[in-house]
T-cell receptor, first 113, second 116 residues
Framework: GENVEQHPSTLSVQEGDSAVIKCTYS??????FPWYKQELGKGPQLIID?????GEKKDQRIAVTLNKTAKHFSLHITETQPEDSAVYFC????????????FGAGTQVVVTP | DAGITQSPRYKITETGRQVTLMCHQT?????MFWYRQDLGHGLRLIYY???????DKGEVPDGYVVSRSKTENFPLTLESATRSQTSVYFC???????????????FGDGTRLSIL
């Protein structure tokens, strides 16, 4: 089955700097890669996703890149703000997975003013 | 309000008791999922459902039972609670991806369950 590894487990950045979280996956059939943000006491919330027919996707300060050959994808947050502090999860799935996602272990991001 | 709601938000019970966690979604999504979240383990899938009356085990199903008689509801039952089932439980739903590929899952805010 699919295995997703996520690094780093914690990330501390100064406000205004960029943050990068990296994930690798094992199943070459995976073709959908969402990223979730989880704030304290809340459920994970989708922030951006990418499909395997696209190499990069941006949404304001957030971008995701996908390298299918190397089986890794990354989340980039630019101009970080204190409200970006949260736990971020990457995930992967394939078309035949009945919608199931395999999640990475999460990255705790702390943005210090 | 539209969306996915879980109840209760907090629950304390004793070992050996039966407890049911409720999940309700208003989108008519085909797929529904139950996860548990523990420190050091991230999100682990307990059970999922592709449609009403269609359910299957996930990664950690032991000790749990699910049912899905209606599309909008997906209750999770711990038949005889154990301390190891103390966790935060999340329900999620998504549209079927058969036509357009996998769709994002939308999560509820969770139930924090403590078993004494």
């Amino acid at each position: 089955g699919e295995n997703v590894e996520q690094h780093p487990s914690t990330l501390s950045v100064q406000e205004g700097d960029s943050a990068v979280i990296k994930c690798t996956y094992s199943d070459s059939a995976s073709n959908y890669f969402p990223w979730y943000k989880q704030e304290l006491g809340k459920g994970p919330q989708l922030i951006i996703d990418i499909r395997s027919n696209v190499g990069e996707k941006k949404d304001q300060r957030i971008a995701v890149t996908l390298n299918k050959t190397a089986k890794h994808f990354s989340l980039h947050i630019t101009e970080t703000q204190p409200e970006d502090s949260a736990v971020y999860f990457c995930a992967a799935s394939s078309t035949d997975s009945w919608g199931k996602l395999q999640f990475g272990a999460g990255t705790q991001v702390v943005v210090t003013p | 309000d539209a969306g996915i709601t879980q109840s209760p938000r907090y629950k304390i019970t004793e070992t050996g008791r039966q407890v049911t966690l409720m999940c309700h979604q208003t989108w008519s999504h085909s797929y529904m999922f139950w996860y548990r979240q523990d420190l050091g383990h991230g999100l682990r899938l307990i059970y999922y459902s592709a449609a009403a009356d269609i359910t299957d085990k996930g990664e950690v199903p032991d000790g749990y039972v699910v049912s899905r008689s209606k599309t909008e509801n997906f209750p999770l039952t711990l038949e005889s609670a154990t301390r190891s089932q103390t966790s935060v439980y999340f329900c999620a739903s998504s549209e079927s991806g058969w036509a357009s590929g996998n769709q994002p899952q939308h999560f509820g805010d969770g139930t924090r369950l403590s078993i004494l």
